[in-house]
């Protein structure tokens, strides 16, 4: 059955500290990894990795994918408390189909 | 910025009603889902929709469950007749191909 799993859960830092979030799949025929950040509602959409060692980045925000170890971490430094949420992992498979995998996700709490 | 749209924000119903959850995917895209997220858990898979059929379903949707694009912009869900375990935030998203694109999602909360 494919699966992604997050570690940790949860996480409290306080403003100015660097993150390292994890994502392992175990996915059959593995297209893609994306990582979302879901504030109150709607996960909102912050990098799609296809190809190993080719690190993504967005201001403080940085993802990196390895395939042969099958996980990915999302970094963020320097946080600001606006960086507080749940950071979703999403696997998705070859086929046509686009269908998204989700793991629980990371709760995020950055303190001032 | 393109975006999803859903209608309504927050919807109630009465245990075996049913309730028509309404979307607006973005223009140009080729890929329709539906997720819930029930309250504290993952999001999970219910549905794709492809060249106006179902190209996957989970096990969540059953007979209970339909899609449809009844013309060239909204997509919907039915739920035929609810239950208590159908109370969830149910997001639709679109994609080109892999990139998807959430909606705000409904709240729905069958009592």
């Known amino acids: 059955e494919d699966k992604v799993v997050q570690s940790p859960l949860s996480l409290v830092v306080h403003e100015g500290d660097t993150v390292t979030l994890n994502c392992s799949y175990e996915?059959?025929?593995?297209?893609?990894l994306l990582w979302y950040k879901q504030e109150k509602k709607a996960p909102t959409f912050l990098f799609m990795l296809?190809?190993?060692?080719i690190e993504k980045k967005s201001g403080r925000l940085s993802s990196i994918l390895d395939k042969k170890e099958l996980f990915s971490i999302l970094n963020i430094t320097a946080t600001q408390t606006g960086d507080s949420a749940v950071y979703l992992c999403?696997?998705?498979?070859?086929?046509?189909?686009?269908?998204?995998?989700f793991g629980q996700g990371t709760t995020l709490q950055v303190k001032p | 910025e393109p975006e999803v749209t859903q209608t309504p924000s927050h919807q109630v119903t009465q245990m075996g009603q049913e309730v028509i959850l309404r979307c607006v995917p973005i223009?140009?895209?080729?890929?329709f889902y539906w997720y819930r997220q029930i309250l504290g858990q993952k999001v999970e898979f219910l549905v794709s929709?492809?060249?106006?059929?179902?190209?996957?379903k989970s096990e969540i949707f059953d007979d209970q469950f339909s899609v449809e694009r009844p013309d060239g912009s909204n997509f919907t869900l039915k739920i035929r007749s609810t239950k208590l375990e159908d109370s969830a935030m149910y997001f639709c998203?679109?994609?080109?191909?892999?990139?998807?694109?959430f909606g705000q999602g409904t709240r729905l909360t069958v009592v």
């Open positions: 998203a679109s994609s080109v191909r892999s990139e998807a694109f």
């Open positions: 996915v059959t025929n593995f297209r893609s």
């Open positions: 296809t190809s190993s060692g």
């Open positions: 999403a696997v998705s498979s070859s086929g046509n189909t686009g269908k998204l995998i």
């Open positions: 223009s140009n895209h080729l890929y």
């Open positions: 929709f492809y060249n106006n059929e179902i190209s996957e």
